[in-house]
């Protein structure tokens, strides 16, 4: 489930650069910035899910 969220967020991150590059160049870099943080936050979150829901099963089982 991780590796599938991670993996959205770099093709959200690949199509939102695709959209900039043909807007400008000032914005690009901006957007580079930009979408790489939300990738980090998204695989950082993605984990926190994850710990919970393992530590959920663990103390209910």
Excluded at 12 to 34: I, P, V
């Amino acid at each position: 489930m991780h590796f599938i969220l991670a993996s959205d967020s770099v093709i959200t991150s690949k199509s939102l650069l695709s959209l900039e590059k043909k807007s400008g160049r000032r914005s690009w870099s901006l957007n580079l910035m930009w979408s790489s943080f939300l990738d980090i936050f998204i695989r950082k979150a993605a984990k926190q899910i994850l710990l919970c829901y393992y530590l959920h099963i663990c103390i209910n089982s």
